[in-house]
């Protein structure tokens, strides 16, 4: 008996995913709870493993939109199908041959190859590694295409009749009369149909699950709350000082690089216990009136950037975190990030949000707020700037100083407080030692 492969669910808020890659080739020999197929959401890519041991049969292709609960292919238990058969597609529709499963390749590469009958083993990759893009895949099928109608042009050409040689005019005495008219011309031959050649300079692309997610919650943001966004200065110096002095010894004796993130998270965190409404969201209640949810903890998601795009991963109770714990967090959640194997958990329940345009030296910006968090703290690059000298009023020093922001939303949050809670995460990260008193 057959044994389908289902898409599991995976939280309420996704509902469709992508088959972004299938391990094994279809008809090949899979132990049960071997990951067969990876399939990308507007959160996560999750590992589908096979049900059951025995032969796996494709019933979705590659870059293919599938709903949670549909089947996507099955283990045969007892194949008694004929060598080399291929499954009867769910959409009815003939397939492209398979040749290109093992090729290297992204999964929209693979999708387009499928649609256009392309074997990616044809196609020199120009990704990391000799992958295979769908630039790739476009400029094959573009090369073939202008390779197909040069031929039927050059055939055209041939075949097209001659112009009729003009014929000579018979010898007219001077004295002919100046109205003769000059002979008839032929007719114009008809224009020749215009071949549409594949346009070199656009492309278009499907956009990923993951980004039409960041799309959609960012407009969102913007169009379901008052936000706003207020602004302050930091001056990293004390910081950057101590972080100088024992950045060797905390990584030897924990293992792990002491950054500035952990210093804003702290910063941050005891900021929250002071101002908790900055840690709270205004959410809709059982009979559709607004309500303020209050949380006993502070959740701080810190975005990540990664080849399929932003993603938000949550370090939880991070009030209760040492440096240490949180600089191994962040270093966790940052790699499983960028190696696609965070969990639906590891992305909800956040609720503040850091961020650190700084990394790509961006000097300001204006965060946009993660739904349905309240606030949302932008972090950026450190540069040298003239500054009243804390040391020595009244003069001028050049002091290693960063832009902070918080946006915020003000149905909830008033002006005040969140200047106020900005402040707090100035003096905390100017005054290290604050954080160690709790002051």
């Known amino acids: 008996m057959p044994t389908n492969i289902v898409v599991p669910e995976m939280g309420e808020s996704v509902r469709t995913g992508v088959v972004s890659r299938w391990h094994k080739p279809d008809g090949a020999p899979v132990q049960r709870d071997e990951v067969v197929m990876d399939l990308e959401t507007d959160k996560i890519t999750a590992e589908i493993a096979a049900p059951a041991a025995g032969t796996l049969r494709h019933g979705a292709a590659q870059g293919q939109t599938v709903e949670v609960g549909a089947v996507v292919g099955l283990i045969e238990e007892s194949s008694g199908a004929p060598a080399g058969a291929q499954p009867a597609p769910a959409n009815g529709q003939p397939q492209a041959p398979e040749h290109h499963d093992d090729a290297r390749a992204t999964p929209l590469a693979r999708k387009l190859a499928s649609e256009h009958r392309v074997d990616l083993a044809a196609i020199s990759g120009t990704g990391p590694g000799g992958r295979v893009r769908e630039q790739d895949v476009q400029a094959h099928v573009a090369a073939r295409q202008a390779a197909a109608a040069a031929p039927a042009a050059a055939a055209s050409v041939a075949t097209a009749p001659a112009p009729a040689a003009p014929m000579a005019a018979p010898a007219v005495a001077s004295t002919a009369p100046a109205t003769s008219h000059a002979p008839s011309q032929a007719p114009a031959a008809p224009p020749r149909p215009h071949t549409p050649q594949p346009s070199q300079g656009t492309r278009r692309e499907r956009l990923s699950p993951l980004r039409a997610r960041i799309a959609e919650r960012l407009v969102m943001a913007q169009h379901n709350a008052a936000m706003l966004t207020t602004f302050n200065e930091v001056d990293m110096s004390a910081v950057m000082a101590l972080r100088g002095r024992f950045k060797e010894d905390f990584e030897k004796r924990h293992g792990v690089g002491l950054g500035f993130m952990s210093f804003f998270v702290t910063a941050a965190a005891q900021a929250l216990a002071r101002f908790p409404t900055v840690n709270a969201a205004l959410v809709q209640g059982p009979d559709g009136a607004p309500e303020v949810e209050h949380h006993g903890s502070a959740h701080v998601a810190v975005a990540v950037s990664t080849p399929k795009g932003l993603t938000v991963p949550v370090l939880r109770h991070a009030d209760t975190l040492s440096f240490a714990q949180i600089e191994s967090g962040i270093k966790d959640l940052a790699l499983r990030a960028r190696d696609g194997k965070l969990t639906l958990d590891d992305l909800q329940g956040g609720t503040f949000t850091i961020t650190n345009g700084g990394i ?36 001028i020093a050049l002091r290693p100083m960063m832009y902070l922001a918080l946006s915020y939303d003000h149905r909830l949050l008033d002006g005040a407080e969140a200047v106020q809670f900005l402040v707090a995460v100035k003096n905390a990260v100017e005054h290290p030692e604050r954080m160690l008193l709790g002051v």
């Open 360 to 395: 790509f030296g961006s000097l300001m910006s204006t965060p946009i707020l993660n739904p349905p968090q309240t606030a949302i703290l932008g972090m950026h690059t450190i540069k040298n700037r003239p500054v009243e000298n804390p040391d020595a009023p009244g003069q």
